[in-house]
Nanobody, 123 residues
Framework: QVQLVESGGGLVQAGGSLRLSCAAS????????MGWFRQAPGKDREFVAT????????YYADSVKGRFTISRDNAKNTVYLQMNSLKPEDTAVYYC????????????????WGQGTQVTVSS
């Protein structure tokens, strides 16, 4: 069982930066691939980024590639999403997810979810 708690969301102007954190409970955090997803009002939850259990592999949605960076610290049971050059279209509730597959790139794949954190980018 893994419990996930996101933090770090907020209101930022376009071009600004935010860093999201996702703290996980449980002793087996390092055996899970982690992912970030987001959901804007009226839209489906979409994949943003994922990282393998040791952090050696990462994968990003085209819409965030070059602007967002996912990382993890297994000693702290935490995964991060550094978001730079934010755009109004990045506005959404951001969720972290855990899965025991090598990477988690689909919302249908994830075993565990956090409660989400709101990110709002003003123009």
């Amino acid at each position: 069982q893994v419990q996930l708690v996101e933090s770090g969301g907020g209101l930022v102007q376009a071009g600004g930066s935010l860093r999201l954190s996702c703290a996980a409970s449980g002793r087996t955090f390092s055996s899970y691939a982690m992912g970030w997803f987001r959901q804007a009002p009226g839209k489906d939850r979409e994949f943003v980024a994922t990282i393998s259990w040791r952090g050696g592999s990462t994968y990003y949605a085209d819409s965030v590639k070059g602007r967002f960076t996912i990382s993890r610290d297994n000693a702290k049971n935490t995964v991060y999403l550094q978001m730079n050059s934010l755009k109004p279209e990045d506005t959404a509730v951001y969720y972290c997810a855990a899965d025991q597959r090598p990477l988690v790139t689909s919302a249908a794949m994830a075993d565990y979810w956090g409660q989400g954190t709101q990110v709002t980018v003003s123009s």
